[in-house]
């Protein structure tokens, strides 16, 4: 009977927490299309192209049956040469990614350490895992190296897994990945990094904030394709032995329709606009330098120092006010509530993307500032 799942609703409600869904509106200062791509010429000519010479829509199965097209194995081939690493691995979105490789790979009696911010996604891959997991104060390397230490004190013999993300989708800052690195290599342990909102955006030719690491037999990263790439998908890069793990043992892998081939076929070109065109990248950080300094200067809130600005105001209702105040003005930007973020965090997440210019950046800010004087009020 639904009356469980009603009450559950209507105290989400109370709580200001109940979700909805909402098609695009306004001007987007919340999406994850950094650099434009989603609906640009370039990944609608490369899907055109695409389908001109064959390439299916669906993949018609999995990768372990016919579901495995030559789209697949040339955009892993060019993910890895372009990345650094040894071997790349294609899935279906980010989500999926992070679970298969944190229910996969870490085993019986190894242990994960995990920033306690860490996504939705590596949660879930823990919770189906026969590894222990272990939380840490989040962007705090001395906390992961003393979890690790404790645990080989008290016994642990299996493998230490770290796992972060090297820029926070919530709060736009950035993990010490080399002090993250050198307790990995010291302790043995292998490190996952989730670059999911540095790819396309930070490092040499966009290639993340771990691209230094790429191809260390220690490092495996996690680059999703459905942000600043413009297209869908994630790609797993890290050494052979893994790969072939997941595909083994990886049911979210295995049991999994393979990803639109058409949709590879737009991932190899946002690559190919990453490495060729570094010029989108450029505007992109000149837009978010912009931004800070407007945020500085007409507002309370602190810049992040990357393209997502959290905008905290504490509770649920305030966060939800401001965003319904900021749509009727024609910004689409969005309340951001527990569990999502912690306990008094709620916020609006302002992202800064090509799809806005810096005139629109300067009447947002403006338009913020004078919403939250007149709620204050």
């Known amino acids: 009977m ?19 869904l909402e098609t695009a509106h306004g ?14 010429r370039e990944l609608g000519d490369a899907v055109e192209a695409a ?37 790349a691995l294609y899935f279906g979105g980010g989500f999926i990614a992070n679970t298969a490789l944190l229910s996969t790979l870490p085993l019986r009696g190894d242990l994960v350490v995990y920033d306690e911010l860490i996504h939705a996604s590596a949660h879930e891959g823990m919770r189906l895992s026969k590894a222990d997991t272990k939380a840490v104060r989040h962007n705090d390397a ?9 645990w080989r004190t008290s016994g642990g013999v299996g493998q230490p897994w770290i796992v972060v993300e090297s820029l926070y989708s919530m709060d736009g800052d950035r993990a010490p990945i080399a002090e993250l690195a050198e307790i990995a290599n010291r302790h043995d342990a292998m490190l996952i990094v989730d670059e999911a909102h540095a790819t396309g955006v930070l490092g040499p030719d966009g290639r993340g904030l771990a691209a230094d690491l790429e191809g260390r037999e220690n490092v495996i990263t996690v680059h999703t394709c459905g942000k600043a790439l413009g297209a869908m998908g994630a790609l797993v890069i890290g050494p052979r032995t893994m790969r072939d793990f997941l595909i083994n043992r990886g049911r979210a892998f295995i049991y999994a329709t393979a990803p639109s081939p058409l949709m590879a076929a737009a991932v190899r070109t946002a690559i190919e606009i990453c490495r060729d065109a570094p010029q989108r990248r450029e ?20 810049p992040s120092g990357s393209q997502i600005q959290p905008l905290i105001v504490g509770s649920d209702g305030a966060a939800v006010s401001l965003a319904a105040t900021m749509k009727t003005r024609g910004y689409d930007i969005r309340a951001i509530r527990p569990p999502t973020v912690p306990e008094g965090t709620s916020r609006l997440r302002l992202t800064i993307t090509l799809n806005v210019d810096e005139a629109q950046i300067t009447r947002l800010i403006d338009d913020l500032a004078a919403a939250e004087a007149e709620n204050a009020a």
């Open 283 to 302: 505007r992109l950080l000149r837009l978010v330098a912009f931004a800070e300094r407007e945020l500085t200067a007409k507002t309370r809130f602190a």
């Open 51 to 87: 389908i001109a010479r064959g390439v299916p829509v669906g993949a018609g199965g999995s990768r372990l049956l016919r579901g495995n097209h030559p789209e697949h194995e040339m955009l892993e081939r060019e993910a890895a040469a372009f990345f650094g690493g040894e071997t």
């Open 2 to 20: 639904p009356g469980n799942h009603e009450r559950a609703l209507d105290a989400l409600s109370r709580r200001g927490r109940l979700r909805a």
């Open 142 to 150: 001395q906390s992961v190296d003393d979890a690790v230490s404790a």
């Open 27 to 40: 001007l987007d200062f919340t999406s994850n299309d950094y650099l434009g791509l989603a609906q640009s």
